[in-house]
């Protein structure tokens, strides 16, 4: 993608109107989306792709979070992206990730059980990994069971049995893309939760004054805006070294979902805070943020997970090696 | 539509080629250069002096290193000289004799000064000869800049001045200070205050230490005893002092040292944890480095702004207030993790010690936290 900016104006805009419609029916929201192609962002316009890059990725993603958007568009953009790498076809609807798999391939026939999948009852196709293979399953081969986070997204689970899957050797790891992709959406959901606080502390008249003109609120503020711009830096240095080392860049995709995650409880407790008892109720429009920032958090890896694998990372290279290697994986 | 709030501007840190050539050259430089320092030394290194290494710094062309030539620089990209300053603060190297002459001094005579001043001060500071400091506070006037009241009086085609700056850090080594005072009526506030550069070898000033709580010695008080300064000796133009200081807030507030002053320490946890920590340990480790990975990205992305021309303002107010967060909490983690002697010899120990005690006046010096704050929040739309 030559115009970054056409990109998330589209992005922007498209995300924005579905948000407004947030309790339609899914085929309804997912058919523009997938119209405008945001599921092959990152498949190679050779293969009939976007061709974009993990940078585009972040920008779209972080806009989804933005609007807290009711659907997977980075499930589906890694989906479609590992479908293509592998040379396993691309489905006609939705194709998304399940990270947690139970089960093995008998004679190339699947048996067993996907948790946690994000849209599992919506989708034609589940991309998992299994022994060293990536597998694409077919969900109508599924008896399916329905679950959702704590923000009312699907997580379903999917239990297979003797099922036929397509699948190709693969060593990657769903785990760290599901959090990369979180990263993303964490980063445009603080943002969010942040505009909204700004625009109701400016707002909102107590004392004879808007509450935003109270230092308290105001230091309060600029300190939610300092965690917001840390994951928005973070997710986007993870994304640019998704782009460098070929979606496999775990020390930063540990640390940009790590920060994420550290960045949730300032972010979500300053925003209802300024916004008082309205932003405690279903009708006012800050909860699908906050929610899903709960929710996320706890996704693809919770900050103890991330700590543990991050610190030993780090201390099996040793003190020495920490400046060098640092520095190594940011220079051009 | 109204376009999504992106509060932090990101820009990618694009160095010239051979980025990695240049860190290779100044990690050499150091191993060959950098004296044997004490643990303590390493951290908040750009507070720790030495003048024979600030002297080998000029002379391989580490200071000044942005500056035209013809002024003793160096014509290097300014990226290039970020690499130089992380490399030289991560090795915990003593670079605080001439920290604020190439951070502040240099720039601001560079951008204001004239032909003259520029010839004659700019060569020196770039040889790693000629140190600086920042007459700013004086007693009564603090954050409230604005206040400042010490009056530069008009005498023939100069000045005269007395009165007391405080708080002065490195006047103890400094030839030159950029100082502000009032040139406009007394009792104004941005209107009618300049800049001055100011030598501090005149015997009408003279310099008294203030001694830390830890027994350190960085900051000053300055007194003038009607100095006389030279009409060719105001920075910039009389009367927008207030404008000059302001403009260059950005490059002190988001540079590698607002984040990295307390690495020494992380490393020598590391060092103690050895190999094989227990798990509460092991996640310390890794929440530092993700949060350490997070600001140099902040860090260098503020750097990338500033390179590229933009003033960076609301992103270096967010760089320094939360670089100092993590400063100041890293000490306590330490000593709330490992039992610690504080009065004891080791490295860690000792390093702890001085951060914990230290490390209050990071969020103080540069601007305070509720100043930052403050502007944050003014950028965001409130106030």
């Given amino acids: ?332 | 539509m109204t376009q999504p709030i992106q509060t932090f501007r990101v820009s990618p840190f694009a160095p010239p080629p051979g980025a990695a050539g240049l860190r290779d050259e100044i990690r050499a430089f150091i191993k060959q250069h950098m004296p044997p320092t004490e643990a303590p030394q390493r951290a908040n290194s750009w507070a720790v002096g030495n003048r024979e290494f600030s002297r080998a710094l000029g002379k391989a062309g580490y200071i000044g290193m942005i500056w035209p030539k013809r002024y003793g620089g160096h014509e290097r990209h300014p990226l290039e000289r970020y690499i130089v300053l992380e490399e030289l603060l991560a090795a915990g190297a003593p670079v605080g004799m001439h920290w604020i002459a190439d951070r502040q001094t240099g720039p601001l005579i560079l951008r204001y000064g004239t032909e003259a001043q520029k010839m004659k001060f700019l060569p020196r500071i770039a040889a790693g000869e000629l140190y600086g400091c920042i007459g700013m506070s004086e007693p009564g006037t603090g954050s409230d800049l604005a206040s400042v009241r010490i009056r530069a009086i008009r005498d023939g085609d100069g000045w005269r001045v007395s009165g007391q700056k405080v708080w002065t850090t490195n006047a103890h080594n400094a030839g030159l200070m950029i100082a502000l005072f009032r040139t406009g009526e007394p009792g104004g506030r941005h209107e009618g205050l300049s800049q001055f550069l100011v030598d501090l070898t005149d015997p009408a000033v003279t310099v008294r230490p203030i001694i830390d709580l830890a027994g350190g010695h960085d900051f000053n008080e300055v007194f003038f005893d009607d100095l006389f300064i030279p009409g060719d000796m105001i920075a910039g133009t009389e009367g927008e002092g207030w404008k000059q200081v302001t403009a260059e807030l950005s490059l002190e507030r988001s540079g590698p040292e607002r984040y990295i002053s307390c690495f020494a320490l992380f490393l020598e946890l590391m060092r103690h944890a050895g190999p094989n920590p227990d798990a509460a340990m092991t996640a310390l480790i890794g929440r530092l480095s993700a949060e350490l990975w997070t600001l140099r990205q902040m860090s260098m992305s503020t750097a990338a702004q500033l390179a590229a021309g933009n003033d960076p303002m609301l992103e270096a107010a967010i760089v320094k207030d939360l670089g100092n967060t993590f400063e100041q909490e890293l000490p306590r983690l330490v000593q709330a993790a490992v039992d610690l002697d504080l009065s004891g010899n080791t490295d860690l120990a000792r390093l702890t010690a001085l951060l914990l005690q230290i490390t209050p006046s990071f969020s103080l010096r540069g601007g305070t936290r509720e100043i930052l704050r403050g502007i944050i929040a003014r950028n965001l739309g409130l106030r």
């Avoid at chain 1, 003797?162 to 992709?181: N, T």
């Avoid at chain 1, 080392?245 to 300032?266: S, T």
Wanted: glycine content about 10%.
């Fill in chain 1, 1 to 332: 993608m030559s115009d970054e900016s056409l990109l998330t104006d589209a992005a922007a805009r498209l995300f924005g109107d579905l948000s407004g419609k947030r309790n339609d029916p899914f085929a309804d929201l997912w058919a523009p989306v997938e119209e405008a192609a945001f599921p092959l962002l990152l498949v190679p316009e050779a293969d009939g792709g976007f061709g974009g890059s993990w940078a585009d990725a972040f920008a779209v993603l972080r806009l989804a979070g933005y609007h807290a958007l009711p659907l997977p568009v980075g499930e589906a953009i890694v989906a479609a992206w590992l479908l293509s790498r592998a040379g396993l076809e691309l489905p006609d609807g939705l194709a998304t990730i399940a990270p947690e798999v139970e089960g093995g391939l008998t004679n190339g026939r699947f048996t067993g059980t996907v948790t946690n999948v994000p849209w599992g009852r919506e989708a034609a196709v589940v991309v998992a990994v299994l022994e060293g293979q990536l597998i694409r399953l077919n969900p109508t081969d599924a008896t399916v069971e329905t679950h959702q986070n704590l923000a009312d997204e699907p997580r379903d689970t999917l239990r297979f049995t003797d099922a036929a899957v397509a699948a190709a050797a693969s060593d990657v790891d769903l785990f760290k893309l599901g959090a990369l992709i979180r990263s993303a959406q964490i980063a445009g959901a603080m943002d969010a939760a942040l505009a909204q606080s700004i625009a109701y502390a400016n707002e909102r008249v107590q004392f004879g004054k808007p509450i935003g003109k109270f230092q308290a609120l105001q230091q309060n503020l600029a300190v939610f805006a300092e965690e917001a711009a840390a994951v928005n830096c973070a997710g986007q240095a993870a994304f640019a070294a998704a782009g460098k080392y070929d979606g496999a860049a775990d020390f930063e995709v540990a640390a940009a979902k790590l920060r994420a995650n550290m960045a949730i409880g300032i972010g979500t407790s300053t925003a209802h805070q300024v916004h008082g008892a309205i932003g405690f109720t279903k009708e006012y429009s800050l909860h699908p943020l906050t929610r899903r920032l709960w929710a996320w958090r706890s996704e693809f890896g919770s900050d103890a997970g991330w700590s543990g694998i991050l610190g030993k990372q780090v201390i099996a290279a040793g003190a020495d090696a920490f400046w060098p290697t640092l520095t190594e994986r940011s220079d051009p």
